[in-house]
């Protein structure tokens, strides 16, 4: 027992991921006809990671077009940063979920290199 306790002592580290907020978006009208609009929040917790990727999927998990600023966005640590999405009207009904994916950087990996991805469900009426 002891043994165990000592080798999770050891070898437990904690893991960092960024957050992406609202957890529930809700898509609105936007100034240009047409479009919908919805923003979310982005804020990187670790220290190893600054590009994240930015997708939009259907319930069955394939991508829907959408657009926005950069679809790899640079967000230093400890940064916040707040992305607005555009998705066409005819395409909104379809949409369920918005993910954002970290992604190293080849040569720059410092601790185990591992990517994140969080993804928001998107809030029905």
């Not at 960092?16 to 047409?34: A, L, R, W």
């Not at 999405?85 to 369920?96: A, G, S, T």
């Not at 918005?98 to 969080?118: A, D, H, M, N, Q």
Request: glycine content about 2%.
């Amino acid at each position: 027992m002891k043994y165990i306790i000592l080798f999770l002592a050891l070898f437990v580290s904690p893991v960092y991921s960024h957050e992406m907020t609202p957890t529930y978006p809700v898509f609105d009208q936007s100034y240009v006809s047409g479009l919908s609009k919805t923003s979310v929040k982005l804020f990187n917790r670790r220290d190893d990671v600054r590009f994240y990727k930015i997708d939009v999927y259907d319930r069955e998990w394939n991508k829907v077009q959408f657009a926005t600023e950069n679809q790899l966005v640079i967000v230093n640590y400890l940064e916040t940063k707040t992305i607005d999405i555009y998705v066409r009207n005819r395409d909104r009904i379809k949409i369920e979920f918005i993910c954002t994916e970290s992604k190293l950087v080849k040569g720059e990996v410092k601790s185990t290199g591992v990517s994140s991805r969080i993804c928001s469900r998107i809030k029905r009426d």
